[in-house]
């Protein structure tokens, strides 16, 4: 059968680097096509260029054996091709129906908007595709893997056949991942072909038909799941045997170092986000906080570093009370913290990476004489943890927005690592990372756990928390529902905790 | 691999197209680009409001496109002289040898140099603001208050040696203008109002009570206006040249100041804290830092340089307070530090700009009978260029500056 859409020697580069060398792919019509690579290795500019964003350098694209010309995304969505970008490019203040219909909308007699006409067609397609959602909702009000569907309602609008789907995933929950790649089968099933880029290797293996590698702009090989597995993949990814599996020692427990009791914490909103919450973590071991986004992680994390102060509660670090204490007091006391959010939080992007590397510490010695900055202590400083943290820029004098997310993780890592500290808090540490930086990551945390480092570990994936913890806290609905001792827990049993079902 | 590296180092050997894109590249380059589009604009708009051209349009094509040109060349020609001098008066006065001949040729030049110094400094409490995240709308009513208070210094403390004289006075001023920009800053950090808002509010309050103090306690009772007593002549900044050159030593007090703000952003932890916080408060906060302790600072520094502003005409030009004395400054100079990317070099350079436009805008009304206004629009255009660089990207061919975070990342983690 003849491929639906063929991509032959696309070459794109830019000013001083190739971003895609001479790349060959073949969708075959209702096949899932995982494109697979680290961030950086050019999927994106691919996908870029087959939807009009980027003119390629060279090659052709075919799309049912016709030779195809694209320049804007409207050539693409002519074509039939439509993409889901990580990012959702949506109005939240709209309604479903409302985002669909942008840029394509109907009119009714007299010039006014027809709402009827579009809801309809979606409702069709939301049942021809299992894709529920209600037309008339507000984007605002629903949930990332639901808003997610009506981007893929937008594409199946317009009649795409061929769907890229950049990182679906990310964004999503484990359950809603299930959802997602649900809905895909059903695509697939029903003759439409998916490009789905992603650089998670389980994933790709459960749901994809082929699998495609990328690695520094090039094609290094199409395989299939029955074929490949893990560990094959990611050496096929990073250019390296990657080790998959966390080699961690016994735990060397001390002393207790954070303690919080009957913490409440209230969220922007001021509802309470978490009620009532008290654990304790020691010197040497990693406490993992397990739970779906959404459960009093991210407050419980803010009240712990000072961001905001608890309603009601006590926590206490190293035998001091920090229940209000200011960010700085709690760092100076040998606290880290590597924060959920790392683009708003962790850094400031428009700064260089050296400035990033003494944000909290370009008050102290060495790096201040009275006020005065000592830049030659700052460059230092910032060359010495690029060496050792191993991140990847030509110049430490870049802003750290032109790193990739790895990198800027790196940075961050780096920075938070290299004062003594006796307390960490690691939220989200791996989130969007590629193979080969959690692998890094993961081996730096347990680094410090062995080093004496209480560690606090809030996840959103359960593999991470499974791999690194000593003992498990699971989070659900703001409180935490049971501690249980990492070893011997199994999967089901704190997925079905994180669901909030206790054992009677 | 291999071949990847070879067309690494092909782009690395044309250095002349690596010259090029540096440039392109470069904000600067953009900056004088616009400039030079909104002259060109201006000489248009000069020319499409002069009646003669119209007429010329009448007799014959030629005779039109020759009186539109002309109209814009005089205009230009009158803001040369008006700003910089009379070229051939200079030489002509240098030859004749005559003191006073040389000073009245030359005396544009640094009446430019004047009208830039008040410039600079509310040019650089407004990019001070900025690279806090403010937006400083209340320089002018900041300058009022600062010449106000600096008025009260130069007049009543009675006896000083003007070593001392003249820094109390500007340190009046430069307070003056702290406590006007302060009262936002704190309204912000302890409630939450905007600076926007507020600081236009602090500007009505600034320029009545200005009016009150002229009509009220700070009236010359010697005279019937509402102005001030002269300074004491110990106050007074030097004049460096004899009349009629009014150039003062305030001009290098604002580069000065300039290079104050420079260290004290770029240098210190103070402002490694300020810029933070300007760039990214949540970070900021991460980091330990106070959003509200930086916010006040903030805003009472960029208060503070525009009182110097103030002050600098009051002991510098006027030697007293008059109503509406220096009124625009505090409002360009929005537009000005803007225009000089909320540097302080790039303020200075943008100050004098506007210094020579100002003052050469006087006297192309008086030699060319083009309103002052014309400078207004001019100003807009060269600003809305440098707002919209796609604009004079697209005009000239510029390449957009890419930054390529592919380039930094494309190789992996691996070790290879």
């Keep these: ?504 | 691999m291999s071949d990847k590296v070879k067309k690494q180092e092909d782009l690395k050997k044309d250095a002349g197209k690596i010259f090029l894109e540096e440039i392109s590249e470069s904000p600067l380059t953009v900056t004088i680009l616009a400039i030079f589009t909104g002259l060109l604009l201006g000489g248009v708009l000069v020319a499409i409001t002069t009646e003669a051209v119209y007429q010329a349009f009448g007799v014959s094509l030629w005779e039109g496109i020759k009186a539109a040109v002309g109209a814009a060349w005089q205009t230009y020609q009158a803001l040369f002289y008006g700003s910089v001098g009379n070229p051939s008066k200079i030489i002509a006065a240098f030859q004749s040898g005559d003191a006073e001949e040389i000073r009245w040729a030359v005396n544009p030049f640094f009446d430019s140099l004047l009208v830039s110094t008040p410039y600079i400094f509310a040019g650089l409490a407004v990019a001070l603001g900025f690279r806090v995240g403010l937006f400083n709308i209340g320089a002018e009513g900041q300058l009022f208050i600062g010449a106000a208070t600096t008025v009260t210094a130069a007049i009543y403390l009675k006896g000083l040696p003007a070593i001392i004289h003249i820094p109390v006075s500007l340190l009046a001023g430069f307070l003056g203008g702290g406590l006007w920009g302060f009262i936002p800053g704190w309204l912000k950090a302890a409630t939450g109002g905007h600076e926007v808002i507020n600081t236009i509010m602090m500007n009505y309050i600034a320029f009545r009570l200005s009016e009150f103090l002229l009509r009220g306690p700070l009236k010359n009772p010697e005279g019937f206006s509402p102005v001030s007593a002269p300074i004491q002549e110990s106050a007074q900044l030097p004049r460096l040249f004899q009349a009629p050159i009014r150039f003062h030593i305030g001009f290098f007090i604002a580069l000065f100041f300039a290079f104050l703000v420079y260290l004290f952003l770029f240098k210190t932890t103070w402002g490694f804290t300020l810029r933070t916080v300007g760039a990214n408060p949540r970070a900021a906060k991460y980091a330990g830092m106070s959003i509200i302790q930086s916010t006040v600072l903030g805003m009472f520094l960029s208060g503070g340089l525009a009182g110097l502003a103030g002050a600098n005409e009051v002991l510098g030009v006027n030697h007293n307070l008059a109503l509406a004395f220096a009124s625009g400054y505090g409002f360009d100079s929005i537009a000005l530090a803007l225009l000089g990317k909320s540097h302080p070099l790039g303020v200075v350079l943008a100050a004098i700009l506007f210094g020579f436009l100002r003052n050469g805008a006087i006297q192309m009304q008086i030699l060319a009978g083009i309103p002052v206004d014309i400078i207004s629009i001019l100003q807009a255009f060269i600003l809305a260029f440098i707002a919209a660089p796609a604009i004079i990207r697209t005009i000239y061919r510029l390449k957009e500056p890419e930054i390529d975070i592919e380039a930094v990342t494309l190789r992996g983690w691996g070790g290879n």
Excluded: C, W
């Excluded at chain 1, 003119?55 to 075919?62: T, V």
């Design chain 1, 1 to 504: 059968m003849e491929p639906i859409l063929e991509l032959k020697g696309i070459t794109k580069s830019f000013p001083g680097v190739l971003a895609n060398d001479h790349i060959n792919l073949t969708l075959n019509q209702g096949e899932i096509h995982a494109l697979l690579g680290e961030n950086g290795a050019g999927k994106s500019t691919l996908m870029n260029v087959l939807y009009g964003l980027y003119a390629p350098d060279e090659g052709e694209i075919y799309v049912r054996g016709k030779k195809i010309a694209i320049s804007s995304p409207r050539d693409a969505i002519a074509q039939g091709i439509g993409m889901v970008h990580q990012h959702f490019m949506l109005v939240p203040v709209f309604t479903v129906t409302e985002n669909v219909m942008l840029g394509d909308e109907t009119i009714r007699a007299g010039g006014f908007l027809d709402r009827k006409t579009p809801a309809d067609r979606i409702r069709e397609i939301s049942h021809e595709f299992h894709l529920e959602v209600d037309p008339d909702s507000f984007i605002h009000d629903l949930p990332v893997g639901v808003q997610q569907r009506v981007e893929i309602i937008k594409l199946l609008y317009r009649e795409a056949d061929i769907l890229i789907l950049d990182e679906p995933t990310a964004v999503l929950t484990p359950q809603e991942v299930d959802e997602l790649f649900t809905i895909m089968r059903s695509l697939v099933e029903s003759g439409k072909s998916i490009i789905f880029i992603t650089h998670k290797l389980r994933e790709v293996l459960t749901f994809a038909d082929r699998i495609t590698v990328i690695r520094g702009g090039k094609v290094i090989g199409t395989t299939t799941p029955a074929e490949a597995n893990q560990n094959q993949l990611a050496a096929m990814m990073v250019g390296r045997d990657v080790s998959l599996e966390v080699n961690k020692e016994p735990a060397q427990i001390k002393d207790i170092v954070l303690e919080t009791e009957d913490l409440v914490v209230l969220d922007d909103l001021n509802n309470a986000a978490v009620k009532g919450v008290s654990f304790d973590v020691r010197g040497g071991e990693i406490l993992g906080i397990a739970g779906v986004q959404g459960n009093g992680q991210t407050e419980l994390v803010k009240a712990i570093t000072g961001l905001s102060h608890p309603a009601a509660g006590k926590l206490r670090l190293l035998g001091h009370d920090i229940t209000h204490a200011s960010p700085r007091t709690i760092t100076e006391l040998g606290s880290a913290h590597i924060p959920e959010d790392r683009q708003h939080d962790g850094l400031v992007l428009t700064a260089t990476i050296a400035d990033n590397l003494v944000l909290n510490t370009y008050y102290r010695k060495p790096f201040a004489k009275y006020v005065v900055l000592q830049e030659d202590k700052v460059l230092e400083n910032a060359e010495e943890i690029i060496t050792n943290f191993d991140v990847r820029t030509p110049s430490p004098l870049i802003p750290a927005g032109s790193l990739s997310g790895g990198n800027q993780q790196k940075v961050i890592v780096g920075r938070e690592f290299s004062r003594p500290i006796k307390f960490l808090v690691a939220s989200q540490p791996t989130r969007g990372l590629d193979v080969g930086s959690i692998e890094y990551i993961h081996k730096r945390l347990l680094e410090k756990r062995g080093a004496g480092v209480a560690i606090l570990l809030v996840s959103t994936e359960l593999d991470e928390i499974m791999e690194l913890s000593d003992r498990i806290a699971v989070m659900y609905n703001g409180q935490i529902i049971a501690i249980v001792e990492a070893e011997g827990a199994t999967k089901e049993q704190i997925g079905l905790l994180m669901a909030g079902v206790t054992e009677a």
